[in-house]
């Protein structure tokens, strides 16, 4: 696994903290997704027809992480022709009109008068910048705003608008949502046949003899981390309790180990101890039980971080979880994405 720290936005080394709060872990899944998309970028090339794919996960998996790195690997370049955008990646803006969304293209990808302009000029715009700064890839994050928040109708418009936009250009699409994004692929047939592969970005598994990779990642932030864990977090006890925790999420993790951190620091401690933890994991349930009553799920019922709590107390991975990683997941064929799409919506 390796890790990447984003420079400070004025350039300057950041300090300790900063640099946790920075810390990517270039994880397995995370190697294997932007393998993935860079294997539709070249398979694009020259084609009369691009190939797109569509990322999926759940909130907090680490969707828009795995767009930001891919995003750095090809910077943006400066020749003395013009410029180079060779990804160019946006957030789908709320609400997602064809207006909003060419702004936002434009604007990122480096137009100076990107406001300026009827929707057609700006999208003839668009289509020669495209050509211009020899774009090879789109990423656009948050696909699900192509479903309307507030009456969950899909916005159809917008969704032929990037239908033409890949036809026209020929330029790749990678769209990142969660997985109700599907929804919006299904509603356009022709937008549906342009992407030829759904990839789903899940938690990290529980961890096995055949899976370490939860070990690795808290191998990582251990190595990483600027106070000392009182405890090795890779070790049989802590492991499980670090899963029960964060149920294998990249967000609810980093958010632990940033916090906890950041709380000791301020109290001036040496240590970071399990009870720091506890104390960080009981306030956490306890500020989001306010706000609903019935949390009360067995994940939550016991702190994972208490002294007399042992992995019989957490809820078990299910099945699926505990078996070895799939060498590589085969693309997902129609028959099962309409499949999962029912699931997902029964
Ligand atoms: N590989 C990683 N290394 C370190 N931290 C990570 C990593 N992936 C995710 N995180 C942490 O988890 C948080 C959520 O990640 P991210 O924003 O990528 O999730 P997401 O799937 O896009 O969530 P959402 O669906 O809510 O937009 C980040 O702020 C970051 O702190
Ligand atoms: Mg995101």
């Known amino acids: 696994m390796k890790t990447s720290r984003n420079s400070t936005r004025d350039g300057l080394k950041p300090d300790a903290y900063t640099a946790m709060q920075q810390l990517v872990i270039e994880h397995p899944q995370i190697k294997r997704t932007i393998a993935r998309i860079d294997e539709y970028k070249e398979a694009s090339k020259g084609s009369r027809e691009p190939n797109c794919m569509l990322i999926l996960g759940r909130p907090g998996v680490g969707k828009t992480t795995i767009k930001d790195l891919y995003t750095a690997k090809y910077a943006i370049e400066k020749t003395d022709t013009g410029t180079k955008v060779p990804v160019l990646s946006a957030t789908i803006p709320v609400p997602a009109t064809m207006m909003t969304l ?52 899909i916005l159809n418009s917008v969704s032929n608008w990037l239908k033409n936009l890949i036809s026209e250009t020929k330029v790749p699409v990678t769209l990142i949502g969660l997985p109700k994004s599907l929804r919006v692929l299904f509603a356009n047939s022709q937008l549906e046949r342009r992407f030829s592969d759904i990839l789903h970005i899940s938690p990290i598994k529980y961890p096995s003899a055949n899976n370490k990779d939860f070990k690795h990642l808290l191998k990582i932030i251990q190595e990483h981390a600027i106070l000392k864990f009182d405890m090795d977090l890779t070790s049989e006890d802590m492991l499980p309790r670090m899963y029960a925790a964060t149920n294998g999420y990249l967000s609810p993790l980093m958010l632990l180990v940033r916090m906890v951190t950041f709380s000791c620091k301020k109290q001036g401690k040496k240590t970071i101890e399990l009870k720091d933890m506890a104390e960080f994991h009981h306030r956490k349930i306890s500020a989001m039980s306010k706000g609903n009553p019935n949390l009360r799920t067995s994940r939550y019922e016991k702190n994972p971080f208490s002294l007399d709590w042992t992995p019989a107390d957490a809820v078990k991975p299910s099945s699926k979880s505990q078996k070895p990683a799939a060498k590589r997941k085969p693309p997902m064929s129609k028959a099962e994405a309409s499949r999962e799409i029912r699931e997902i919506y029964s």
């Open 102 to 153: 060419v702004t936002a293209l434009l604007t990122k990808i480096g137009d100076p008068l990107a406001v300026k302009g009827t929707l057609h000029q700006k999208t003839l715009r668009l289509y020669r910048l495209l050509k211009e700064c020899e774009t090879e890839m789109i990423l656009l994050d948050e696909f699900h705003h192509f479903i309307d928040c507030d009456s969950e109708k």
